[in-house]
């Protein structure tokens, strides 16, 4: 990821990786990534990133944060 930041399909990749691996503030992190550098018109897409994004905040230990994201979807 250092080499090519902006690769957008790359850390939606890795989120899910994080995600399946008990890794919460990775995958954290690289939903956030995903986010900032995903291209407008993926934007449709985004209730399914949001849904696995707020399941990963909450299993982070970050509820308030979750909860926040969860009533937005």
Do not use: C, V
């Not at 407008?40 to 994201?69: C, K, V, W, Y």
């Amino acid at each position: 990821m250092r080499r090519w930041p902006d690769r957008y399909e790359a850390h939606a990749a890795l989120a899910h990786y994080y995600e399946s691996a008990g890794r919460w503030a990775d995958a954290t992190a690289e939903f956030a990534a995903y986010f900032k550098t995903r291209p407008a018109q993926l934007a449709r897409e985004d209730a399914t990133h949001q849904i696995d994004l707020a399941n990963a905040l909450l299993r982070s230990g970050d509820p308030r944060a979750a909860r926040a994201l969860y009533q937005k979807i």
